[in-house]
């Protein structure tokens, strides 16, 4: 099991909670080992060691137990937890009854699980564990087994010798207990903070698909509705057309243009309606062929810009929810031909470099000032916008996880985005 998997952020509380025991009943085993070793070797104090490493092992064959299912599990049920806690408390109360009970300097490491449930858990399960902790220091104080001091260091400074061991312990335990504390805690914190922020961008998202929904339940009733003022305005375009000839030339082209708008706007209602039927279905389509109608549908929506375009071979190509990527592509030329406007140009430029199986796709427009933000908001800053394609833009980036990137270059900026394709064969 990878380490970064052992501390993933996404994990929910009481899971992370049951590992950070699994690694501090991990650091109990080495810590324990190593103070055996050292008070029975190095000071000489008359250990009972059988019982001591019976406590050690019962921690080692624990988590060898539950190493699997601390890995696995999805969650943890109150009754799990109580029950790793329990473990490591009671064992902890074996290993301090025989070396001085409360006397002990290592006793405040009781504080330890404590703090960490704290962090995680509720205040009833807190309650439960202080008052277990309680009950295991008070009996500690009544029943125990005093360490004692071998024979050769026995004497006239025996008392001093105790002392100073009582005190050099007092400095383990507590720079013990501030390692630990500061470790786990801060992991677990962090953790906890992780998951505020995911939680908030859910619930960010949810508003978001929300409006969306609203979006196009509006667009579904507005395409009902308009289907028959538009029938009605063609009809009278097709009468103006038959009398073309005895209006002036500037009226005829004013009505070529009126015929052309009201054709892209019933193929926009058209493409609406077959856009919805087909939006659970598999949107698949070839990219030449996108690209061609998407430069057709910018020409012909914004006919005073002057389009560059630089495109790669696309034959052979397919892509996946293609409606969606052709709002996107609509919306940075679009966005672009603003920018530019603004600032008194008519050109933007559109290339594509093909690599494999992924178009690289880059809009260049000569506007000037801070770049556009990368995450795209559900509003326009546009006097007559909507927000629409903004919206739509920004749910296809997020379906294709390509983020979408925004640079500075001489003279105006450059969106870049990035699109998945396959073969016709795949």
């Known amino acids: 099991m990878p380490i970064a998997s052992f501390w993933h952020t996404s994990l929910p509380a009481d899971v992370l909670l049951l590992r950070g025991l699994f690694a501090l009943r991990v650091v109990a085993v080495v810590g324990q080992s190593l103070a055996i070793l050292v008070a029975s070797q190095v000071f000489r104090i008359d250990l009972p060691q059988a019982a001591l490493w019976l406590g050690v092992l019962t921690l080692v064959f624990f988590n060898l137990a539950l190493f699997w299912w601390v890995f696995h599990t999805p969650r943890v049920n109150g009754w799990q937890w109580l029950s790793h806690i329990g473990v490591d408390l009671l064992v902890l109360t074996w290993q301090l009854y025989w070396t001085g009970g409360a006397t002990n300097p290592f006793v405040s490491l009781y504080l330890l699980p404590l703090a960490l449930v704290s962090l995680a858990l509720p205040v009833r399960a807190v309650i439960s564990v202080g008052a277990a902790t309680s009950a295991l220091y008070s009996m500690l104080v009544l029943f125990n087994q005093p360490l004692l001091l071998s024979n050769e260091l026995m004497g006239s400074e025996s008392l001093s010798f105790s002392m100073q061991l009582h005190e050099l312990g007092m400095l383990i335990n507590f720079l013990l207990t501030v390692a630990l504390l500061t470790a786990f805690g801060s992991w677990i914190s962090h953790n906890l903070r992780v998951q505020r922020e995911l939680l908030h961008q859910a619930q960010a998202k949810a508003m978001r698909n929300q409006s969306i929904l609203g979006l196009a339940a509006q667009s579904a009733q507005a395409a009902h509705e308009l289907n028959t003022p538009l029938?009605?305005?063609?009809?009278?375009?097709?009468?103006?057309?038959?009398?073309?000839?005895?209006?002036?030339?500037?009226?005829?082209?004013?009505?070529?243009?009126?015929?052309?708008?009201?054709?892209?706007?019933?193929?926009?209602?058209?493409?609406?309606?077959?856009?919805a039927r087909a939006?659970?279905?598999?949107?698949?389509?070839?990219?030449?062929?996108?690209?061609?109608?998407?430069?057709?549908?910018?020409?012909?929506?914004?006919?005073?810009?002057?389009?560059?375009?630089?495109?790669?071979?696309?034959?052979?190509?397919?892509?996946?929810?293609?409606?969606?990527?052709?709002h996107l592509l609509l919306t940075l030329l679009d966005n672009a031909a603003d920018a530019s406007l603004a600032h008194a140009h008519k050109h933007i430029a559109l290339q594509v470099v093909r690599k494999e199986q992924q178009l690289n796709i880059a809009v260049t427009d000569h506007g000037h000032g801070e770049p556009a933000p990368t995450q795209l908001p559900l509003h326009s800053s546009k006097a007559h916008g909507f927000g629409i394609g903004l919206a739509l833009a920004d749910l296809t980036l997020e379906a294709t996880g390509r983020p979408l990137r925004i640079e500075p270059v001489s003279g105006g900026h450059v969106a870049r985005v990035d699109m998945p394709c396959f073969g016709e064969g795949s």
């Open 279 to 326: 939006a659970s279905e598999h949107n698949t389509r070839k990219v030449s062929s996108l690209f061609r109608e998407t430069l057709a549908r910018f020409r012909l929506l914004r006919p005073d810009i002057e389009l560059d375009t630089e495109l790669p071979d696309l034959n052979g190509l397919l892509v996946q929810d293609a409606l969606a990527w052709q």
């Open 231 to 275: 029938s009605t305005l063609k009809m009278i375009a097709a009468e103006l057309r038959a009398r073309r000839d005895e209006m002036p030339v500037d009226m005829q082209e004013d009505l070529e243009t009126l015929d052309q708008q009201l054709d892209f706007c019933r193929a926009s209602v058209q493409r609406m309606v077959k856009g």
